[in-house]
């Protein structure tokens, strides 16, 4: 966030307000319609999982708790507190407690940093693309991405089992097998989060379309999904700052300003909060539902 902060002082701020301005509606409409099929998918990634572990979950309902679950992420404090209370909320939801919905919760995350990690492996040929001078920035700059976002995916596992009292060591080896591959399950679990994460980086490449940034095709098999993995640092709400930080020094080494960055960042961040509001609102009638009830 800091970093972010020293960058973006650096900049016009009325060029990037006049940017922001010039967004057109195709674009925001193309981005949260692509922020809702991210969040469907996901719902459905999680009800499968859950469903490998015993414990069934209703398409419908595993849609309206991911939405209360994403809106939660991108608003409190370390991105994790939407996937505690999506694992609390289920708690009721099936025999054991809330054991089963912890471990589908943490299931379904791991599954999806699966996918994110992959799709950057499978782009790893497109970084033909930059240019021999900006190779030993690029060289800089992925290593320390790459060892951040390994850390931050090991601290997120780590604090989710801890969170809900669950060891790595004792999780059963069934699980991991129930979850990930017996009956061609990794088929399907590949298949949504490789599907998930391409959604991702088409958002990211609509802002910056939207905002002006003149980025080559390929920019989508590397300096994005390096933006978008800053995000699962555990600092701040949502991601955001890191992922503007990274983008602001990642988008000059493809021909772009750090401007456009900051600005196809900040337009990425609206649009996924934008698109996570039914959560806010499914989240207000279930307090309400509660609260008559009681």
């Not at 699962?232 to 020094?249: D, H, K, Q, S, Y």
């Not at 750090?258 to 307090?287: D, E, F, N, Q, T």
Request: aromatic share 10%; with cysteine; hydrophobic share 55%.
């Amino acid at each position: 966030m800091i970093l972010a902060g020293i960058l973006a002082f650096q900049l016009d701020w009325r060029d990037l307000v006049q940017t922001l301005n010039n967004v057109s509606l195709a674009h925001l409409a193309i981005g949260l319609i692509l922020v809702q099929t991210q969040i469907v998918l996901s719902a459905v990634r999680w009800q499968f999982t859950a469903g490998r572990l015993g414990q069934e979950i209703g398409y419908g309902k595993a849609i309206r708790e991911y939405y209360v679950a994403s809106f939660l992420n991108q608003t409190l404090p370390g991105g994790m507190a939407g996937d505690a209370a999506r694992a609390y909320r289920m708690r009721d939801e099936g025999p054991g407690g809330w054991k089963i919905p912890a471990k589908a919760v943490l299931f379904e995350r791991i599954s999806g940093q699966i996918g994110f990690f992959l799709f950057a492996a499978l782009g790893l040929p497109a970084w033909q693309g930059i240019a021999a001078s900006q190779r030993p920035t690029y060289d800089m700059v992925a290593l320390t991405m790459t060892a951040v976002a390994v850390l931050a995916v090991i601290f997120v596992g780590f604090q989710l089992a801890k969170r809900n009292r669950i060891l790595a060591g004792s999780l059963p080896t069934g699980d991991l097998y129930a979850v990930f591959i017996r009956d061609r399950a990794w088929i399907v679990q590949l298949g949504l989060s490789l599907t998930v994460v391409l959604s991702y980086i088409v958002t990211f490449m609509v802002a910056a379309d939207a905002v002006g940034a003149d980025l080559p095709w390929f920019a989508g098999l590397t300096i994005i999904p390096l933006c978008l993995l800053a995000m699962l640092i555990p600092t701040g709400f949502g991601g955001w700052g890191t992922r503007e930080a990274a983008a602001m020094a990642l988008f000059p080494l493809l021909g772009g300003m750090a401007a456009h960055g900051l600005a196809a960042s900040l337009l990425y961040g609206g649009l996924s909060l934008a698109g996570a509001l039914p959560g806010l609102v499914l989240l207000v009638l279930s307090r309400s539902r509660h609260r008559s009830a009681a």
